[in-house]
């Protein structure tokens, strides 16, 4: 689905990502593992078009994703909730969610806006609330819920637990395998390594700039040196 | 007692004009980061459009009001696309630098055009005022009360309550979250900056209509548009007509009290007090 071969992007004159090659296959969870300042954000920001690359490609479904504008990148079915939510702090709760369909002109926009308050019913309670006011736990579900009020089928997650109160955090990642029910391929960034991997069908570290490993979820959580450099075990 | 009268309702009537001269400035600052300071010759090039089309055609100015509005914004619209768009994620300085420029530009245009001669536009109202309990109300100041009054509203209803206004103020909270949203922030940019230009232009007819004006006006119109956006809060849908009261009366009060040469230094003062205990403006939002 998501196809990413010999990628270089970064910032000024300083390059973040070197020859980075990945892949996520449709229906797949799938988690980017990587330490603070690794480049994770750096690449998510890349494939969203937020960020030109230097040079590589990205293709979806077989499309070049490299040139396109944010918005085109959207409209194809790809969102990414970013790190720190981002949400918008002065608009209510709903207003953030309806934002994330911003792009969708179909009749059901009513209809998701009540399923994410079925997932989430503290963001129902809360509708009328202005963003900003909100508790971190509940803030990321707000970004998380504009994510899926655009209706993705490539979702990317970065560092949804930042901050959070462990229950919120396996909470919000047991709605990821929901997500994925639902027919929602995800590329997960997060810090919590061992929670990510426990859901994850397969796992990429990142290091240097390139991806330095590559396995199943289960053989990385088995790993004896990723286990000493990112699970503190 | 009258004369207090008349000094307040001349405060609160000069705020009008000051206010839709700020809904502009502070719209354009609010969204883009984008401190306009070409937009007091904007205000002056429409003054002396109004002025051309009463003189040349016989228009009146609040007929050719939307005209110019019209004119204003697309050329506002199509300025900030191909130009300032250009340098606008660049650093604050560079954004400077050019409205700046546009400014000289276009004051020395309106110099080759217009020439440097203080002119007012003469309509048969321009001088003409009610009378209210002794005390006197200039139609044209109080028609510009008015406008700002309606206009802030719309203003406000658009942002609020339309899809391109909620685009708009996405962008101005959180640029990036905007774009993960799928807003073309270039478009929503143009927009912003010909919104902007439109209302500085039915802001600069309203000032002819009740000043005499020169190319070189330009500048403390921007000043003045600057010092009311800081007194509202930058951004702020009311910001602009409690900025625009609050800077005419106390501009208004000010000058009997000290004398007309101190308005400057109250302006002022007021300006550095305002970032001292509240920096976020009298209606600002802390969140932003
Ligand atoms: N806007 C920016 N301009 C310049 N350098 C940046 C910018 N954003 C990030 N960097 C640098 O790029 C490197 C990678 O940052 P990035 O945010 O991609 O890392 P990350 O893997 O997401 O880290 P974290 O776990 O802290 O989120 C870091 O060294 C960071 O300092
Ligand atoms: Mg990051």
Same mark, same amino acid.
């Given at each position: 689905?998501?196809?990413?071969?010999?990628?270089?992007?970064?910032?000024?004159?300083?390059? $973040?990502?070197?020859?980075?090659?990945?892949?996520?296959?449709?229906?797949?969870?799938?988690?980017?593992?990587?330490?603070?300042?690794?480049?994770?954000?750096?690449?998510?920001?890349?494939?969203?078009?937020?960020?030109?690359?230097?040079?590589?490609? $990205?293709?979806? *479904?077989?499309?070049?994703?490299?040139?396109?504008?944010?918005?085109?990148?959207?409209?194809?079915?790809?969102?990414?909730?970013?790190?720190?939510?981002?949400?918008?702090?002065?608009?209510?709760?709903?207003?953030?969610?309806?934002?994330?369909?911003?792009?969708?002109?179909?009749?059901? $926009?009513?209809?998701?806006?009540?399923?994410?308050?079925?997932?989430?019913? *503290?963001?129902?309670?809360?509708?009328?609330?202005?963003?900003?006011?909100?508790?971190?736990?509940?803030?990321?579900?707000?970004?998380?819920?504009?994510?899926?009020?655009?209706?993705?089928?490539?979702?990317?997650?970065?560092?949804?637990?930042?901050?959070?109160?462990?229950?919120?955090?396996?909470?919000?990642?047991?709605?990821?395998?929901?997500?994925?029910?639902?027919?929602?391929?995800?590329?997960?960034?997060?810090?919590?390594?061992?929670?990510?991997?426990? *859901?994850?069908?397969?796992?990429?570290?990142?290091?240097?700039?390139?991806?330095?490993?590559?396995?199943?979820?289960?053989?990385?959580?088995?790993? *004896?040196?990723?286990?000493?450099?990112?699970?503190?075990? | 007692?009258?004369?207090?009268?008349?000094?307040?309702?001349?405060?609160?009537?000069?705020?009008?004009?000051?206010?839709?001269?700020? +809904?502009?400035?502070?719209?354009?600052? =609010? &969204?883009?980061?984008?401190?306009?300071?070409?937009?007091?010759?904007?205000?002056?090039?429409?003054?002396?459009?109004?002025?051309?089309? +009463?003189?040349?055609?016989?228009?009146?100015?609040?007929?050719?009001?939307?005209?110019?509005? +019209?004119?204003?914004?697309?050329?506002?619209?199509?300025?900030?696309?191909?130009?300032?768009?250009?340098?606008?994620?660049?650093?604050?300085?560079?954004?400077?630098?050019?409205?700046?420029?546009?400014?000289?530009?276009?004051?020395?245009?309106?110099?080759?055009?217009?020439?440097?001669?203080?002119?007012?536009?003469?309509? =048969?109202?321009?001088?003409?005022?009610?009378?209210?309990?002794?005390? #006197?109300?200039?139609?044209?100041?109080?028609?510009?009360?008015?406008?700002?009054?309606?206009?802030?509203?719309?203003?406000?209803?658009?942002? #609020?309550?339309?899809?391109?206004?909620?685009?708009?103020?996405?962008?101005?909270?959180?640029? #990036?979250?905007?774009?993960?949203?799928?807003?073309?922030?270039?478009?929503?940019?143009?927009?912003?900056?010909?919104?902007?230009?439109?209302?500085?232009?039915?802001?600069?007819?309203?000032?002819?209509?009740?000043?005499?004006?020169?190319?070189?006006?330009?500048?403390?119109?921007?000043?003045?548009?600057?010092?009311?956006?800081?007194?509202?809060?930058?951004?702020?849908?009311?910001?602009?007509?409690?900025?625009?009261?609050?800077?005419?009366?106390? #501009?208004?009060?000010?000058?009997?009290?000290? =004398?007309?040469?101190?308005?400057?230094?109250?302006?002022? =003062?007021?300006?550095?007090?305002?970032?001292?205990?509240?920096?976020?403006? &009298?209606?600002?939002?802390?969140?932003?």
């Amino acid at each position: 689905m998501l196809k990413i071969s010999h990628l270089k992007a970064g910032y000024g004159d300083t390059a $973040i990502i070197w020859d980075l090659s990945l892949e996520v296959n449709a229906g797949e969870i799938v988690a980017l593992i990587g330490v603070n300042g690794a480049g994770k954000t750096t690449l998510l920001r890349t494939i969203m078009g937020l960020l030109a690359p230097w040079s590589g490609s $990205i293709t979806y *479904r077989g499309r070049e994703l490299t040139g396109l504008a944010t918005d085109r990148i959207v409209g194809l079915g790809i969102n990414m909730t970013p790190q720190g939510r981002r949400l918008f702090a002065g608009m209510s709760v709903e207003e953030n969610l309806l934002m994330g369909a911003f792009l969708r002109r179909d009749g059901e $926009i009513k209809a998701d806006l009540e399923r994410i308050y079925g997932l989430f019913p *503290r963001l129902g309670e809360r509708r009328r609330q202005t963003a900003g006011t909100l508790s971190g736990g509940e803030q990321q579900m707000c970004a998380l819920g504009r994510s899926l009020m655009s209706r993705p089928a490539l979702l990317l997650l970065d560092e949804m637990s930042l901050g959070l109160a462990p229950v919120v955090v396996e909470m919000l990642l047991d709605l990821v395998l929901q997500i994925r029910e639902q027919g929602t391929t995800v590329l997960l960034v997060e810090q919590d390594v061992e929670e990510a991997l426990l *859901r994850a069908d397969r796992g990429y570290v990142l290091e240097g700039g390139r991806i330095s490993l590559s396995a199943p979820a289960g053989e990385l959580l088995a790993d *004896r040196k990723l286990q000493e450099a990112y699970l503190g075990l | 007692m009258h004369l207090w009268g008349q000094i307040i309702v001349n405060g609160i009537l000069q705020g009008g004009v000051l206010g839709i001269s700020a +809904l502009a400035f502070s719209l354009q600052w =609010g &969204v883009m980061d984008l401190i306009n300071l070409a937009h007091g010759s904007f205000q002056i090039l429409a003054a002396y459009l109004a002025l051309t089309l +009463l003189n040349s055609l016989g228009i009146d100015p609040f007929l050719s009001l939307p005209l110019i509005f +019209l004119l204003f914004f697309a050329a506002g619209y199509l300025l900030q696309l191909w130009i300032i768009n250009r340098v606008i994620s660049a650093n604050l300085f560079m954004t400077l630098l050019l409205t700046f420029g546009m400014d000289f530009v276009l004051a020395n245009l309106m110099i080759l055009l217009f020439s440097a001669d203080y002119k007012s536009i003469n309509t =048969g109202y321009a001088n003409a005022s009610l009378h209210l309990a002794g005390i #006197e109300l200039p139609v044209v100041r109080l028609l510009a009360l008015l406008f700002l009054i309606v206009l802030s509203v719309l203003l406000w209803l658009f942002l #609020e309550y339309s899809r391109t206004g909620r685009a708009i103020r996405a962008t101005a909270m959180e640029r #990036e979250s905007a774009r993960l949203m799928g807003i073309k922030i270039p478009a929503v940019y143009a927009l912003t900056f010909g919104l902007g230009s439109g209302l500085a232009a039915v802001g600069g007819v309203f000032f002819g209509l009740s000043n005499t004006f020169s190319p070189a006006a330009g500048g403390p119109l921007t000043v003045g548009a600057f010092v009311v956006t800081i007194l509202g809060g930058v951004g702020t849908s009311w910001g602009p007509l409690a900025g625009g009261l609050i800077l005419g009366l106390l #501009e208004a009060v000010g000058s009997v009290v000290f =004398g007309p040469t101190y308005v400057n230094v109250i302006t002022f =003062g007021l300006l550095l007090l305002v970032l001292i205990i509240r920096p976020t403006g &009298v209606l600002g939002r802390a969140a932003r």
